[in-house]
C-alpha cells in the first residue's frame, strides 16, 4: 500500500512531462542570433566574477571573464 501514491503521482506526472517536450524545433535550431549579447556575474564573501558573451552567430561567441578573488590567512 505505500507504493500506491508514488506510483499515482508517476501516473500523473508522466503525461505532464510528454507534454512539455517541444517536438516542433528543428535539430540544427539555437536560442541564439548574431550580435546578441549576454552577461553573467557572482558574488560570494571571497570571489567575484563578471563576464560577457558576444555572439558572433548562432554557434559561434566570444567571451570574457573577469574573476577576483580575496584571501585572510591567520598565524
Known amino acids: 500500500m505505500n507504493r500506491l501514491p508514488s506510483l499515482f503521482a508517476v501516473l500523473v ?3 505532464v512531462s510528454a507534454l512539455a517536450q517541444d517536438s516542433t524545433a528543428r535539430h540544427d535550431a ?7 549579447w549576454a552577461a553573467q556575474f557572482q558574488a560570494g ?3 567575484g566574477s563578471l563576464g ?5 552567430s548562432a554557434t559561434h561567441a566570444l567571451c570574457s571573464t573577469f574573476a577576483s ?4 590567512a591567520s598565524i
Open 30 to 36: 539555437t536560442p541564439f542570433h548574431k550580435g546578441q
Open 13 to 15: 506526472l508522466l503525461p
Open 52 to 56: 560577457f558573451i558576444k555572439f558572433r
Open 45 to 47: 564573501t571571497a570571489f
Open 69 to 72: 578573488a580575496v584571501g585572510t
